[in-house]
Structures are given as C-alpha cells and as structure tokens.
C-alpha cells in the first residue's frame, strides 16, 4: 500500500513507519519537526516537512494513497492546560484539515493514534472500550473530539476507520525509542537518572491504595503497539469507525519499574517521594480483549523486563553515537 504517516519523526510514528516500510508499504511522512527527530524517519520513506493541515490537501492530491495512518499532535498533557489553543489548533483543526483532504482525494482508510486520556480518570479497571469518557484536561478532550469527528466522516463520506487508544507505550525498537526534549514518561526519566542525566526521580505518593503504595500503570511495548496499526489498516471497514484500546492488560507499580530499572541498569537511582499530583489515578489498567477476539492482535513483549531491557539498550546507543559524534 501507499500510505501517508503524519508525524513519523516521532517516537510512535517513527516505530510504525519503520514497520510499515519493512513490510513492504511506500510510506510517505509529513512531520514539522516542532517536536520529532528527523533522524527517527526511516530512511525508505519519503520525507515532507510541514504541516499536515497546510500539506495533506497537495500531499493526498498527488493521487494512488491507500490510507492514512495519523499520529501528528500535540501530546504533553500539562502544556495542553497552559495553551489549550495550540491543542485545539494542532489536534483538531489538522484532523480536520486531513480528513477534508481524504474526502477530497477518496482516500477511506484511515488510523488514528489515540490515547486513554480520553477516558479521564476510572471508577474502576480494566478500561474497556464502552467505559464513559470524560477527559480531565485539553489533550484528553482534542483526541476525543477528533473521535466524534472521525466517526462522523466515515459514515457519511464511507472512510473505513480506527481509533488506537493507547496506554503507557514504552520499550524501543532497534534505534528508534523515548528521545524527546521535554520528558514526561516514567522509564526514559528513570534511565537518564541510571545515565546521570538526573540526580533522583520523584515518586508521586506512596499512600495509593496499591499494593505497594505507588501508583499502578499498564506498559505495552511500542513494536506490539505497530503491530496494531498494521492490523488495523489491513481490516478496516468502509463506512465504520472502530476503536480499541491498547495495553498488556497488567500492570506494575512506580516502585516496581524502579527497581526493574536498577536490575538492568546496575545503577542505583536514588528516588524520593513527592506529594501526589492532582488527577493522577491509582490504578489505570486497559482491557485490549477486543481487539484481540476482533483483529487477532497478540502482543508478545508485555514483561517489564523486555521493555525496560529494550529502552535501556536504545538509550546506551544513544549515549554512545552522542560521544562518539565530532565535536
């Protein structure tokens, strides 16, 4: 297939379309490199740099795309509270701008990366796809706008599409993994400690109703997250918008990732608890039996150690091409 990828130079779209061009699909990436590596892009794929909203009108127009798989947006949830207008501008009005140039080029396959932030903050786990959804913050509602709009155009224009509802994706594939300027995910910032890029890291509360005391998140590794996507485009259905979500199904602790970190690392990493951040929840927790019985998804990395095996081997590669570069 001929597939446009919308924000391959990031950490999930530069793993998928690293997939994808390894399976044989023409892959065509548009990405502004606002927060991406251009280095992630794979190198079989062709590079467009901008804006989706101002590109996918004369991208698509070039004719013979199969699909869409749409992972450009704007992702830091506390930064979304501060400058709720650059969400609503770089999520919504772009998927609205992608979706206008599909209609306009009949391209009806599409996949979009969406988050379990739009559920907001469960009543229990795990998260199936029917649980209420009430996002407590910008990031949160842009996506899940962007699903009611995505569910509106395939029904009316016939776009057979997915929405992919991720949990806490990690883990690294090769040397595509976490290397983002502004970190917010707990393993990459437990590993820059183990690098000596940072001092301690902070655990959020030790008085969750957990069994450890810290709070609980489900890791799904970031190759069995691509294999997803793939699943999806092969499957889609005219006029149907789909969505499942994605993750192990367990879950580990905050002091559980640390002391995996400290096994495989064979550092220390001091870690001190900080008081509780407001919306975090104690348990979050998907349930991906759906697309599992409906797409056949079976993902085979679910074990902490792999994942954290995977990113710490990524980040030592990185640490190493990085001293090794002519200074």
Known sequence: ????????????????????????????????????????????????????????????????????????ARSLVGESVEKPEEYWHGNMVTTLALLDAMVANRVNNLVFSSTAATYGEPVTVPITEDFPTSPTNPYGATKLSIDYAISSYAHAHGIGATSLRYFNVAGAYGMIGENREIETHLIPLILQVALGHREKIFIFGDDWPTKDGTAVRDYIHIRDLADAHLLALNSNIPGTHRIFNLGSGDGYSVKEVIEMCREITGHPIPAEVAPRRAGDPAVLIASSDKIISELGWSPSRTDLRTIVSDAWEFTRQLRDKAHSAPR
């Open 1 to 72: 297939m001929k597939l446009l990828v919308t924000g391959a130079a990031g950490y999930v779209g530069s793993v998928c379309a690293a997939v994808l061009c390894e399976h044989g699909h023409e892959v065509v990436v548009i990405d502004n490199l606002s927060t991406g590596n251009r280095d992630a892009i794979p190198s079989g794929a062709r590079f467009i740099h901008g804006d989706v909203k101002d590109l996918a009108a004369s991208v698509l127009g070039e004719g013979g795309f199969d699909g869409v798989v749409h992972f450009a």
